[in-house]
């Protein structure tokens, strides 16, 4: 039962118990129910009686004193001087009807969080980190749901190393300015879409869900790492992944990277902003990209990634960079086998 529910059904009681007087209670049973409508009326009036913190004792109260009134209303005509006895057990036993069921549903709600809590700690995914006995040289090991980690042969991420030159069309990005909800999810700072803005990567669509950023880059180019690489990972109807990624270089600070960092939650949780945000602005100006097939960089590692990395960086200032590493540092995964996979790039 909500607050508004027992609100509700306090409010109904109450308001019968205050109609009562003193006057209305039979001589016989006077000092019973003037012991009752007290202390019915105070569990009312009481101050410490809120919504917020609703006191059992309290509803217990007002219902008997309230049920009392619904009582001799249903007894009506029949002269209360020698009917005190039927009013008092009736009352009784309404209340305790009444009481029984709220404890009822209470302590099945109670059993039904508990049973609620249980499942979801059997089927929660297992935990997984960048490092110790947790990170991703036993990421394989931690579930079945992530054996793909350890046994898949189009892993991410790869050095973009030796790639062959083709003519590969331009990414077609169609996204619009959104209020973001910047997240912190103990592993990233994610930026979720409105789910509005579409990419085409090789004749398909895919619709834009979040953005994110590793320290250092995830992608190697001819064995080195950027400081910082940003994913923008899309989705196509058939459930498939397309994931462009940005490299960002130290340099000037970084105007439209400030603006998610100035509300980036310290700890895990979310915060949404208040003005619009252009993700484009996180885009480089020449477009030319590497092109493979791989995977999503963290558990469970699904093979289900088209890759686009664009080639030239982006700049961010020596602080944006470790304001990033002060909350995640470090938080990428070891490059993977390319195992003959092609790596293509623009010409």
């Given at each position: ?22 006057g209305s209670i039979p001589g016989g049973a006077s000092s019973f129910f003037l012991m ?150 103990g592993h990233t700072i994610q930026v979720n879409s409105d789910k509005k803005g579409t ?59 400030q603006k998610i960092w100035n509300i980036a939650p310290l700890d895990p949780g979310q ?77």
């Amino acid at each position: 039962m909500s607050f508004r529910a027992l609100a509700l059904w306090r409010s109904g009681y109450a308001e019968d118990c205050k109609s009562l007087h003193p006057g209305s209670i039979p001589g016989g049973a006077s000092s019973f129910f003037l012991m009752i409508y007290k202390a019915g009326q105070a569990a009312i009036y009481s101050p410490f009686n809120n919504l917020q913190a609703p006191n059992v004792l309290s509803f217990a109260l007002i219902a008997t004193c309230g049920n009392y009134a619904l009582s001799i209303r249903a007894i009506g005509e029949i002269n209360m001087q020698h009917n005190y006895k039927l009013v008092l057990l009736t009352s009784i036993a309404l209340s305790l009807i009444g009481n029984a069921g709220f404890a009822r549903d209470g302590m099945e709600k109670h059993h039904k969080a508990e049973a609620k809590a249980e499942s979801h700690d059997r089927t929660a995914a297992p935990h997984w980190s960048y490092n110790g006995h947790d990170g991703p040289e036993n990421w394989g090991t931690l579930s079945p749901a992530y054996g793909a980690c350890a046994s898949g042969t189009q892993q991410s991420p790869i050095d973009l190393m030796a790639a062959r030159l083709a003519p590969l069309p331009a990414i077609s990005i169609n996204w619009k300015g959104f209020v973001p909800t910047v997240v912190n999810n103990g592993h990233t700072i994610q930026v979720n879409s409105d789910k509005k803005g579409t990419m085409v990567l090789d004749g398909k669509t895919y619709t834009l869900l979040q953005f994110h950023f590793h320290h250092n880059s995830e992608h190697t180019v001819n064995g080195r790492h950027y400081p910082l690489e940003a994913h923008f990972v899309h989705q196509a109807e058939d459930g498939s992944l397309g994931v462009l990624g940005v490299f960002f270089k130290e340099g000037q600070a970084n105007p439209a990277l400030q603006k998610i960092w100035n509300i980036a939650p310290l700890d895990p949780g979310q915060m949404k902003a208040k003005k619009k945000f252009k993700p484009g602005a996180l885009l480089p100006r020449d477009r030319g990209y590497f092109r493979y097939e791989g995977s999503l960089t963290t558990p469970p590692c699904s093979e289900v990634v088209s890759w686009a990395v664009f080639d030239q960086p982006l700049e961010a200032s020596r602080a944006q960079i470790d304001a990033f590493a002060g909350l995640y540092a470090d938080n990428y995964r070891p490059v993977q086998n390319t195992n003959r996979r092609f790596i293509l790039h623009t010409q």
